[in-house]
């Protein structure tokens, strides 16, 4: 079991860079698959980049060569570093653990409450 806590959201310009942090307690984060959601206002929750227990990585062809994710077994932290953000990206973000990294929420049980990213024209 883990609880999740999402920070580093904020308002940027678009071609500017933010941090996502996503900080475990309970067990460590690399227990688990990690990933990245998004949701802006009135569309599906959609994946945006994870990470699985052997540190693979996968990303959504949008943000693939503009975000990076990656983790801290010393903080148990996952991170999102998003580059080139455009007013698209603009949504709530919230981390996820789960058994397996897969493109869909439903392997995800754990979840953060999500932290906002709104990026200006």
């Known amino acids: 079991q883990v609880h999740l806590v999402e920070s580093g959201g904020g308002l940027v310009q678009a071609g500017g860079s933010l941090r996502l942090s996503c900080a475990a307690s309970?067990?460590?984060?690399?227990?688990?698959?990690m990933a990245w959601f998004r949701q802006a206002p009135g569309k599906e929750r959609e994946f945006v980049a994870g990470i699985s227990r052997a540190g693979s990585t996968a990303y959504a062809d949008s943000v693939k060569g503009r975000f990076t994710i990656s983790g801290s077994n010393a903080k148990n932290t996952l991170y999102l570093q998003m580059n080139g953000l455009k007013p698209e990206d603009t949504a709530v973000y919230s981390c996820?653990?789960?058994?397996?990294?897969?493109?869909?929420?439903?392997?995800?049980?754990?979840w953060g409450q999500g932290t906002q990213v709104t990026v200006s024209s």
């Open positions: 996820a653990a789960g058994p397996v990294l897969i493109r869909t929420t439903s392997p995800y049980s754990y």
């Open positions: 309970g067990r460590t984060y690399s227990d688990y698959a």
